[in-house]
């Protein structure tokens, strides 16, 4: 493309997405680890693992393997997963990748014990023991586990690597989101099921699609039947007051209807119209009146994401004898397959050298977020320019 025709689409309205290096190569996503994935708030999970003293999840955020605790005084802690005499892994990690997915999860005793020399952790971190080194105790300071930021919102547990006292609190981050979702008391919800998906494709691309509904007609035609509103390339959708379904039809499956009950505190409109939203970086939510789709990405490497879907109920939803999510499961299962596939088609589209950029729409507005995102933290090619971030769901 000729600087000419980039300012004749640019005189159409349509503005530059990232560029393609932001999107497929590894040393830029190496720089997006460093300042994007670990100096935010990275979801990485449900704090419903994590109820008793001990429980822990060992997650890797940005390239880190991490430790996320329970304590016995019932304080949640993250740690790196390493242990502080020789560096060995305490918990073995995730890998990222088909069979070793996201968040592996147990429970430990009373301690950490390193399987090496068998040094160990209060849940606290603080060190405990060291066979045959009581001499090490007197340095417990210096020799306790690192410690990083971990917060609690809505169910979902939040870690931040770098922490910046010039940045935000979760609870501020997230308090616009916070009023917007008050109603579905997302705290009191639990997982009734849960789909991992590993996608060929750049989490940014993963989030751009997630954020506009111009693609809904072409790639999503059961979507458009349960939500008219949708085939119209996004133009119109008013997020804030939620989105109608046809006629008839409440929730997130192929008839519109589900026998569970719609969530307690719902307002009359919430209980027949769909909610999104997106909380940058790695969070997406779903809400229907009786579940939410709530997803976590694991971003792997430039080209790789694992997409981890857990599926949200009231615990008397999941505790009835008939429970049976499978009527909003294999719909969404079906519509994110879609998703997957049209993302992994960017993704392999992206690679080729005749792709620069990619040019967003009018009705793709709330996609441009990610990339303003990306560039208000010094990312994003050479076209540093800061723009407000809104990040909001629009399909
Ligand atoms: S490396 Fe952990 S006890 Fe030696
Ligand atoms: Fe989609």
């Known amino acids: 493309m000729t600087p000419g025709d980039a300012m004749a689409l640019g005189g159409l309205g349509l503005q530059r997405s990232l ?40 997650v890797e955020v940005a390239g880190e393997a991490l430790l996320v605790i329970r304590g016995a005084d019932g304080e ?15 918990v073995p990690s995730s890998s990222h ?8 999860s147990g429970r430990f005793g009373r301690v950490v014990t390193c ?42 547990v939040f870690v931040r690597l770098c922490s910046d006292k010039q940045e935000p609190s979760l609870g501020e981050r997230l308090s616009e989101v916070q009023k917007r979702l008050a109603h579905y008391r997302l705290s009191d919800l639990r997982i009734g099921r849960r789909l991992i998906y590993r996608v060929a494709a750049n989490w940014k691309v993963i989030l751009e699609n997630y954020n506009e509904c111009y693609h809904c007609g072409p790639v999503h035609p059961e979507l458009c039947r349960l939500v008219p ?16 379904h046809r006629a008839g039809a409440t929730t997130f499956t192929m008839s519109g209807r589900t026998d569970r009950e719609p969530f307690p505190d719902l307002l009359p409109e919430e209980r027949s119209r769909h909610r999104g939203e997106l909380v940058l970086p790695n ?46 499961v294999g719909f969404w299962d079906l519509v994110n397959g879609q998703d997957w596939y049209i993302c992994e088609q960017v993704q ?10 990619g040019w967003l729409s009018e009705l793709e507005e709330p996609s441009a977020d990610i990339g303003a995102y990306i560039r208000a933290r010094g990312l994003g090619g050479s076209r540093a320019q800061s723009r407000p971030e809104s990040p909001r769901r629009s399909s």
């Open 229 to 244: 509103d949708f085939s119209r390339g996004g133009a119109g959708l008013n997020w804030d007051e939620g989105i109608p």
């Open 97 to 104: 990748g088909p069979d070793a997915p996201g968040t592996p």
């Open 283 to 328: 969070l997406m939510l779903s809400l229907s009146c009786d579940h939410i789709a709530a997803f976590s990405l694991w971003p792997e490497s430039a080209a790789y994401t694992t997409v981890v879907c857990d599926f949200l109920f009231t615990t008397d939803a999941i505790s009835a004898p008939n429970f049976d999510p499978e009527d909003a």
């Open 76 to 90: 949640l802690r993250c740690f790196y997963n390493l242990c502080r005499h020789r560096g060995t892994r305490l």
């Open 348 to 357: 392999a589209g992206m690679r080729s050298r005749m792709f620069t950029v």
């Open 19 to 58: 560029e393609r290096a932001d999107y497929v190569e590894e040393e830029r996503y190496a720089r997006e680890q460093e300042v994007v994935l670990s100096s935010d708030w990275f979801c990485v999970g449900r704090s419903e693992a994590l109820a008793r003293s001990g429980e822990y999840l060992a």
């Open 115 to 156: 399987p090496y020399h068998a040094w160990s952790y209060g849940l606290d971190g603080v060190l405990r023991r060291a066979p045959f080194l009581p001499q090490a105790l007197r340095l417990k300071d210096q020799l306790s586990l690192h410690e990083i930021a971990v917060e609690s919102w809505g169910g979902f």
